[in-house]
């Protein structure tokens, strides 16, 4: 449980970048455990972080935010 020391702070904080990583290592970790639900879920939240974050930068962030690996986790994610 990587996360575990830093569960509390997320519900707390609106530590974006963080709370993504937790989102989508929580949606690997369930694809690999054949939790597909769970895994869908995860991956739906990541989804809909994404969007919020997408809209508070620039155009230049978000076209980066267009290639970055979160994009193409989470797109594999929803479709798998």
């Known amino acids: 449980m ?3 020391p830093v569960l ?3 519900d707390r904080e609106p530590a974006r970048l963080v709370r993504m990583e937790y989102l989508l290592a929580s949606a690997r970790y ?3 455990a054949n939790v ?3 895994a869908r879920m995860y991956f739906q939240m990541a ?3 994404l969007r919020n974050i997408l809209r508070d930068q620039s155009e230049e962030g978000q076209a ?3 290639v970055h690996p979160w994009q193409t986790t989470i797109k594999k994610g929803l479709e798998g």
């Open 30 to 32: 369930a694809q690999e």
């Open 64 to 66: 980066a935010l267009a």
């Open 47 to 49: 989804e809909s972080l």
């Open 36 to 38: 597909r639900d769970r």
């Open 8 to 10: 509390s702070w997320l």
């Open 2 to 4: 990587i996360f575990q």
